[in-house]
């Protein structure tokens, strides 16, 4: 994958897509093959020193913390002095659009704000690619919309993204390269207009056809 690519992992349920998303962020260990990163083998380090952010379908905020300190919360445990980290945590969540709620907790936000918390968490790291395993799923309809705008927003300023999703419209339309998965391996990979619109398996048909239907 390219630096700035937005790829997209589709597949039925069990396919594999989260347990790939967890390989590379170092919270699985693989049985074969490495992970590789900008000509580094990165197989072995440990997921705190992978410069890899990680967004999970829970939006795993600390309740008893404001908005700002849980996006800051990884700077703190980075030794990173007071002011620098609220400012950042600020910036962070200035671009998520979330700024004027860093005083609030987390009950006090409604599941799409806490999700972009949680992406703004990630993001005040600096991270060289973010992992998002459904970033939506978890979301009432009505909330899909400003988590998935966030993410074109990233995209468009390319940063590196990978993410397991089921929003094909999104996948196809802001992402740049789409990995259908299917029993534990990757079975049709490439720009994901094209494959969906001409897929070459069955199965990824099929797949598109019921996400369709649903």
Known sequence: LDPGEM????????????TALRIL?????????????????????????????MVFQAYSLFPHMTVRDNVAFGLKLRGQETAKRRARADDMLDLVGLAAHADKYAHQLSGGQQQRVAIARALALNPAVILFDEPTSALDPELVGEVLKVLERLAADGMTLILVTHEMRFARDVGSHLVFMHQGRVWEEGDPKTLMANPH???LAQFIGAVAAA
């Open 201 to 203: 398996t069955p199965e």
């Open 7 to 18: 790829v997209a992992l589709l597949g039925p349920s069990g396919c594999g897509k989260t």
């Open 25 to 53: 962020a170092g919270l699985d260990s693989p049985t074969s093959g490495s992970v590789s990163v900008d000509g580094h083998d990165l197989t072995d380090v440990p997921a705190n020193k992978r410069d890899m952010g």
